[in-house]
């Protein structure tokens, strides 16, 4: 009878032992399926002060056309996820010329130089980034005969879009166009005035490094 009973206990031992033995036999019963919120990718970061070179071709109203080129820098900041403002200034050199017959003599009416600091906002959609600006604008305005040459610094407004791209983390290009308002503006050379205007938009692309 002890042996009956004894057998009886080591079939139920084996019974209880059996699934976990065959379970670890196999690699286990599957693991029940995680579900989860998976965090998106953050945005492309903006951030920091950067610099570059530019170069671009500008005209204007009356016909003051020629090539520039100069340098850029600016900050930019992420606002929330995808809002990017910032502030850009630049410094070009100017080939815009042209000639004019006015009161009776040849003018050249040129423009060396011009400058902008210009507040900027932007949507970032990863690495790309349309912007506006808008802000302050100065350019040097000369007119000359061979009776005499005047020579004055025009301020003014600067309003205009563009698009950015980031190449790599630290490099970006950029492309935009601008319009450079400053009005009319009157000299006097050898007792006559002459009007001239130096209002101007440019067309230019750039290259720049951020810090």
């Known amino acids: ?5 004894s057998a009886l206990a080591l079939a139920a031992g ?4 059996s699934p976990a033995f065959a379970a670890d036999m196999y690699g286990g019963a599957p693991a029940a399926p995680a579900y989860g919120y998976a965090a998106p990718a953050p945005a492309t970061n903006w951030n920091g002060v950067y610099v570059g070179g530019q170069f671009g071709h500008a005209w204007g109203p009356a016909d003051l056309n020629g090539t520039q080129a100069g340098l850029y820098a600016g900050i ?3 606002l929330g996820a995808n809002v990017i403002a910032g502030v850009e200034g630049d410094i070009n050199v100017s080939g815009q010329t042209v000639n004019n017959w006015t009161a009776g003599q040849n003018v050249k009416h040129e423009s060396a130089w011009n400058a902008t600091i210009r507040p900027r906002i932007g949507v970032g959609f990863d690495r790309v980034m349309p912007y506006a600006t808008a ?5 040097d305005d000369s007119v000359s005969t ?3 040459s005047s020579e004055k610094t025009r301020i003014g407004y600067a309003a205009g879009a563009g698009v950015e791209g980031q190449i790599t983390d630290k490099i970006s290009a950029k492309g935009e166009f601008l ?3 400053y009005g009319n503006s009157e000299h006097r050379i050898a007792g006559s005035t002459v009007r001239a205007s130096t209002s101007t938009n ?3 692309g750039g290259v720049a490094y951020r810090f």
Do not use: D, K, Q
């Open 146 to 148: 061979i009776g005499g």
């Open 202 to 204: 440019v067309l230019r």
């Open 135 to 139: 802000g302050l604008a100065l350019a």
């Open 14 to 17: 084996l019974a209880a032992v």
């Open 1 to 5: 009878m002890s042996r009956i009973v």
């Open 179 to 181: 319009h450079l308002g």
């Open 76 to 78: 930019n900041t992420n």
